[in-house]
C-alpha cells in the first residue's frame, strides 16, 4: 500500500506521516470539542452557536477522515488508540469548565487558530514535492481559517449584545 504515493513525494514520507499523524489525533479532539460544546451550551445566542458547532463537529470528522485515508496512501497507519490522541496532537482539547457560549466559542477559537497554523505548516512542508497532500491540507486550511472567522463574528455579536442587553438603565 502507498508505494507509488511513497516515491513520488519528495518529502521525507516517515516525517510527514508522523505530522499527519499529530494532525489525525487533533481532528479527532477537535471533533470531540465541538460536539460536547454544542450538547452543553446554555446562554445567549445558544440555537446559532449549536448549530455552528454541530457543523464544525461534522467538518472536522471529515477532516479526520481525508487525513487517515492520505496517512494510509503513504504506507502508513493512522493513530489506533484514541487515548493516544492528546500525547500526540499539539492543538490540544480543553475540556468546557463552564458551559456558556462566550466561553466555549473562545475556546474554539483558540483551537482554530492551532489548526490553521498546523495546516499552514503541512502546506510549506509538501508544497511543490506532495501535490495531493498539499491539496488536502490547503483544503483543510481553507475551512479552519472560515471556522476562525465565524468563531470571531460570535464574538463580536456578544460584544453587541452586550450593549443591548445591560442591566444599566442609563443605556
Given amino acids: ?34 460536539f460536547i460544546g454544542a450538547k452543553l451550551a446554555v446562554g445567549i445566542l445558544r440555537p446559532n452557536i449549536q448549530k455552528e458547532f454541530e457543523e464544525h463537529a461534522h467538518q472536522e470528522y471529515e477532516h479526520a477522515s481525508m487525513v487517515a485515508d492520505r496517512i494510509i496512501e503513504l504506507g502508513g497507519i493512522p493513530v489506533l488508540n484514541p487515548d ?27 483551537a482554530e487558530r492551532c489548526a490553521i497554523g498546523r495546516y499552514q505548516g503541512i502546506c510549506d512542508m509538501t508544497f511543490g514535492k506532495d501535490y495531493v497532500t498539499y491539496r488536502m491540507s490547503e483544503h483543510i486550511l481553507k475551512e479552519e481559517i472560515e471556522h476562525e472567522q465565524e468563531m470571531e463574528d460570535f ?8 450593549n443591548y442587553y445591560t442591566d444599566d438603565p442609563t443605556n
Avoid at 7 to 34: C, F, G, H, M, P
Avoid at 155 to 162: C, E, V
Wanted: proline share 1%; with cysteine; aromatic share 12%.
Fill in 84 to 110: 493516544d490522541f492528546s500525547k500526540l496532537a499539539k492543538c490540544k482539547y480543553d475540556a468546557p469548565i463552564h458551559e456558556d457560549t462566550l466561553s466555549l466559542v473562545k475556546q474554539n477559537l483558540d
Fill in 1 to 34: 500500500m502507498g508505494d507509488m504515493a511513497r516515491r513520488i513525494s519528495k518529502t521525507d514520507v516517515n516525517d510527514l506521516i508522523k505530522t499527519l499523524n499529530e494532525a489525525y489525533a487533533e481532528e479527532w479532539l477537535a471533533y470531540y470539542q465541538y
Fill in 155 to 162: 464574538l463580536k455579536d456578544f460584544s453587541t449584545a452586550k
